[in-house]
């Protein structure tokens, strides 16, 4: 099993369509016994919550966001963690939006001080 994800930040490695998650938002992760939380912002992202369970690698979570049209959003997402050769994290993302139309899949990688 990879690392914790207690305590990391992570970031997508492409934007997404316009009003989601893109390279500027950040994911500040928590992690403790098999329950998986994180706050994000940034980019077309005001503020995002995401809670769900971690099973050995995958995890499984629902999450909410406040765009910054005033909009909001909700989907649910399937994701594996990846421990990179460098060391860092890596989750490969399968999402699936509940309050519109739209799935598809992301990466989002760890990011080092400098980056944040």
Known sequence: ????LDGL???????????QVGTRTRFAYH???????AEYAGGDVVRGHLVGTRQGDRLDFRYVQ?????GTSSGHCAATVVELPDGRVRLEESWEWESQRGSGTSV?????AHER
Not at 1 to 4: C, D, E, I, K
Not at 10 to 17: E, F, H, I, S, T
Not at 31 to 37: L, M, N, P
Not at 108 to 112: D, P, Y
């Open 1 to 4: 099993m990879a690392r914790s």
């Open 9 to 19: 930040v992570l970031a997508p490695v492409a934007d997404q369509a316009p009003g």
């Open 31 to 37: 992690e403790r016994d098999g329950v998986v939380w």
């Open 66 to 70: 406040l765009k910054a049209d005033g």
């Open 108 to 112: 989002v990688e760890q990011v080092t």
